[in-house]
Each structure stands twice: as C-alpha cells, then as structure tokens.
C-alpha cells in the first residue's frame, strides 16, 4: 500500500514492528519452544473484509458489465469518446432522481458520477455544495486545479477521505483561465461557487 519507498519511511520512523531490528538495537534470545501439552496460543484475528470501492448508491468503480446490469436498475447507454477512442457509458437510474454515469474500460466500470442533486454522500454532501460548505464537510479535503492538455481545465474540491476518493468538480470553463490557472479575476466570493458533478474512483 505504502510502496517501498513509504515502507522504508515507516521502518525508519519506527511505526512498523515488522521491519527487523533497529540498528543498535539490543537482540533477544529466541523464545523458547512450548512444553508439551501447553495450550497454543489464540490464532491471530482474521482482518475485516476490506470496505467495497467507492461508488455512489449501489454502483461502484470496478463493477463488471454483468454485475451492472445484474443490479436491476433501468439503465440507458451513450457513447464517449476520448483522445479517439469510444467507450459505452452506461446511465442509471437508482431512485429517487439519482442518474449515475458508469463509463466502461476494458469491461470494467472506471469513472462513476452524478450530476444529480438528489444524492447525498456519507458526510450529506450532494451536487449544488459550494466550496465553503465541503470545507465544512470535509475539513480535510483541498482544492486541486490547473490545466491539462488530455482535460483541459479543471477546478475541483479532493474530499479528502481515507476509504476512496470522491470529487467534487466545478465549472472551470466558466471560471476561465486566468482564474484557474493564475487565481486572476475570479469571481468575488470562490467560496459561494456550486459544484456541478460528483466524481467517485
């Protein structure tokens, strides 16, 4: 998770126990074997099953085809093309005026988004938020923008939480360039401006 640069990191720190002896450390004499007939000690605890990708309702990055379209939901399909490639999109409606954008990669469901209002995540944050109250939401969560050539411009509220990514983005053609590249002529009050879609991956 932590790759071997983060690894290295925490053994150095010492927030890993399983990384070998300090250097200077004083060794240990190995423990010796159980008498016969003493009881074994517990077996370790099974960790927790790892929490589900993020998703919006009930539709997840990852997700197949067959699971998709095995969930039930009335579903209608586009066609998006990106750096001249076509991808199917599938747009499904899970209830309460909620339509969630599933595009297809290579079979699987890689970009999940809403530009409905009608969803709340876990922290009650939906499409329409402005800046100041996802801050508020999400304390730790940031503001990423800039330019990309493959995206072009993109202004968009990182929520910030440990167990997936969700994104908040916001109109960045309408704040123009100046704006999001060079933070020049911006509206007045950044913090009132509303998102327009909901991202999770």
Do not use: W
């Not at 300090?22 to 370790?44: R, W």
């Not at 530009?115 to 922290?123: D, K, M, Q, W």
């Not at 944050?125 to 995206?151: C, F, M, N, W």
């Amino acid at each position: 998770m932590f790759g071997k640069a983060g690894a290295l990191t925490l053994c150095l720190s010492g927030l890993v126990g399983a990384c070998g002896p300090k250097a200077g450390a004083p060794q240990t004499a190995a423990l010796a074997a159980p008498a016969a007939g003493a009881i074994p000690a517990p077996a370790a605890a099974q960790p927790l099953n790892p929490p589900p990708p993020p998703g919006i309702g009930p539709v997840h990055a990852g997700m197949s085809v067959v699971k998709l379209e095995a969930l039930g939901l009335p579903y209608r399909l586009n066609i998006k093309s990106f750096e001249g490639a076509d991808y199917v999109v599938y747009l499904i409606d899970i209830g309460d005026g909620v339509e969630v954008s599933a595009t297809i990669v290579n079979g699987l469901s890689a970009d999940v988004s809403t530009r409905s209002v009608g969803y709340l995540t876990a922290e009650g944050a939906h499409v329409g938020d402005t800046i100041a109250r996802l801050r508020k939401l999400y304390p730790a969560g940031e503001v990423v923008q800039g330019y990309e050539s493959e995206v072009g411009l993109y202004y968009t509220f990182k929520a910030g939480r440990t167990d997936g990514g969700e994104y908040f983005r916001f109109d960045a053609d309408a704040l123009g360039e100046d704006c999001v590249v060079r933070n020049l002529g911006c509206p007045a009050d950044m913090a009132a401006i509303k998102s327009i879609r909901l991202d999770v991956y």
